[in-house]
């Protein structure tokens, strides 16, 4: 069955640090993925997306993201974090049965910012 | 109003009541979604949409009753909840099926 897996459930860097959040997807077929984040009390807001092409894809808010299909990994990056950027992040794979996909989100992977 | 928008924000509700959620988007999209996010588990899909055609009902109880009136609007019916049904409750709309969905801020369902 198709998976989304974010194996990290919570991650604390300092403010000017680099990150890194893991995703890793189960899916036989080439997928569209997806990075959403939300902040406490609101819906989610899309960061970015793969559909195909170049496998670095950029997004909003400083925000990129690398497809690599050997690894099945879809890792989101931001070379240096804001205080703003504290939030629950997840990853998202859309599958397809027919002419319909289902979005299956990761169970999300939440980032404190240190100042 | 841009994007997708949910009211209420925020909802308490007894079980015995009946409530309805409201969720309308302003983006010209074809497909609406009801997701349902509890403490501690992933999204989960409740409902689907496409051209006001109902297209995926996730195994949900039948207290909780879909009803699109068109592309722009979607309305939850809510009927003798259970308490572990107080989560956030997510609307979003995608331009076609296999598109990426923009979500509206949610509802905070208590049931009490």
């Known amino acids: 069955a198709q998976s989304v897996t974010q194996p990290d459930i919570h991650i604390t860097v300092s403010e000017g640090a680099s990150l890194e959040l893991r995703c890793n997807y189960s899916y036989g077929a080439t997928p569209y993925l997806f990075w959403y984040v939300q902040s406490p009390g609101q819906g989610l807001q899309l960061l970015l997306k793969?559909?195909?092409?170049?496998?670095l894809v950029q997004g909003i808010k400083g925000f990129e993201a690398e497809f690599k299909r050997s690894q099945s990994s879809f890792n989101l990056r931001k070379p240096s974090v804001h205080w703003s950027d504290a939030a629950e992040y997840f990853c998202?794979?859309?599958?397809?049965?027919?002419?319909?996909?289902?979005?299956?989100f990761g169970k999300g992977t939440k980032l404190s910012v240190k100042p | 109003e841009t994007g997708v928008t949910q009211t209420p924000r925020h909802l308490v509700m007894g079980m015995t009541n009946k409530k309805s959620l409201k969720c309308e988007q302003h983006l010209g999209h074809n497909a609406m979604y009801w997701y349902k996010q509890s403490a501690k588990k992933p999204l989960e899909l409740m409902f689907v949409?496409?051209?006001?055609?109902?297209?995926e009902n996730n195994s949900v109880p039948s207290r909780f009753s879909p009803e699109c009136p068109n592309s722009s609007h979607l309305f939850l019916h809510l009927h003798t909840l259970q308490p572990e049904d107080s989560a956030l409750y997510l609307c979003?709309?995608?331009?076609?099926?296999?598109?990426?969905?923009?979500f509206g801020p949610g509802t905070r369902l208590t049931v009490t």
């Open positions: 998202a794979v859309v599958t397809y049965g027919g002419s319909q996909g289902n979005l299956i």
């Open positions: 793969y559909f195909s092409g170049d496998t």
């Open positions: 979003a709309s995608s331009p076609g099926l296999v598109d990426e969905q923009y």
């Open positions: 949409y496409n051209f006001k055609e109902q297209t």
